[in-house]
């Protein structure tokens, strides 16, 4: 199971495309992402990891 707690801004940019999205499906859609991310860099090493999440939080 994964835990997840979506701010009023994740809310808000799903309505933003959909103004009558749920907020039980953007966690469902969040969830869906993350376990599919977590699929892919399974057999990653930590390395690959710290440069891929540098990346993303670089904004590249």
Known sequence: M???YLSGRS???A???D???SPA?????VEVAIVE???E??????EEIRRWADRI???D
Do not use: K, T
């Open 11 to 13: 809310l808000a940019a």
């Open 15 to 17: 309505r933003s495309v």
């Open 57 to 59: 939080a670089c904004g």
């Open 37 to 39: 991310q977590l699929r």
């Open 41 to 46: 860099v399974a057999g990653w090493s930590a």
């Open 25 to 29: 499906a953007v966690h469902a859609a």
């Open 2 to 4: 994964i835990n997840l």
């Open 19 to 21: 103004p009558e999205v």
